[in-house]
């Protein structure tokens, strides 16, 4: 089956470290992206990727840090300079970036900082 | 960037049909209008989608405004499994993916 699969489900970290989350999509899709989501929100751009090598900063991207060295993965890195890092954290994915293309997303990882 | 307005809640009875609004009023000629729901503690899920047309899929039907400024989500006979957060976003044809804003969404409820 093709989709989107994060790891894990659910993450505790203590404060001020680092931690990151998987994200792997076998659709042979180009573009990814992260989102993060606050309860009773909407979510939030986080960054995205176009192609491999290459990734953009989405609106809130200060605190985290993303590489995209295979086309099948977009890990995310939630490092310790994020103030308020817990949160619903979802993956997605598309053919590309452009208007006319659906977003298939993962499952989230929810992630609580103690 | 073009925003979406949708009411926060709303409720139906099961196998009722459901209409969902949204307004866009500052819509450009190249934004697409999509629709995704989430249910809880889940990914959002794509619905539909469309340019100007009205559109139908296997989940719902898309009207849009002759005018674009506004668009409504059609469920036909909502279910029970229905209940979720429905969100209209516009997408630029063009690409720029930093355009893409979730807003908070409309609420369904789906009474039995």
């Known amino acids: 089956d093709g989709g989107i699969t994060q790891s894990p489900k659910y993450l505790f970290r203590k404060e001020g470290q680092n931690v990151t989350l998987s994200c792997e999509q076998n659709?042979?899709?180009?573009?990814m992206y992260w989102y993060r989501q606050d309860p009773g929100q909407g979510l939030r751009l986080i960054y995205y990727?176009?192609?491999?090598?290459?990734?953009q900063k989405g609106d809130i991207a200060e605190g985290y840090s993303v590489s995209r060295e295979k086309k099948e993965s977009f890990p995310l890195t939630v490092t310790s300079a994020q103030k308020n890092p817990t949160a619903f954290y979802l993956c997605?994915?598309?053919?590309?970036?452009?208007?006319?293309?659906?977003?298939?997303f993962g499952p989230g990882t929810r992630l609580t900082v103690l | 960037d073009a925003k979406t307005t949708q009411p926060n809640s709303m409720e139906s009875n099961e196998e009722e049909p459901v209409h969902l609004p949204c307004n866009h009023s500052?819509?450009?000629?190249?934004?697409?209008i999509h629709w995704y729901r989430q249910l809880p503690s889940q990914g959002p899920e794509y619905v539909i989608h469309?340019?100007?047309s009205n559109v139908n899929n296997r989940m719902a039907s898309l009207a849009i405004a002759e005018d674009r400024k506004s668009s409504t989500l059609i469920l036909h006979r909502a279910t029970l499994r229905d209940a979720a957060v429905y969100y209209c976003?516009?997408?630029?044809?063009?690409?720029?993916?930093?355009?893409?804003?979730f807003g908070k969404g409309t609420k369904l409820t789906v009474n039995p």
């Open positions: 997605a994915s598309s053919m590309r970036t452009t208007g006319n293309n659906e977003q298939f």
């Open positions: 659709l042979n899709h180009d573009a």
């Open positions: 990727s176009q192609i491999v090598n290459d990734f």
């Open positions: 500052t819509i450009s000629g190249t934004d697409y």
């Open positions: 469309g340019l100007t």
């Open positions: 976003i516009l997408r630029d044809a063009w690409g720029g993916s930093e355009k893409l804003v």
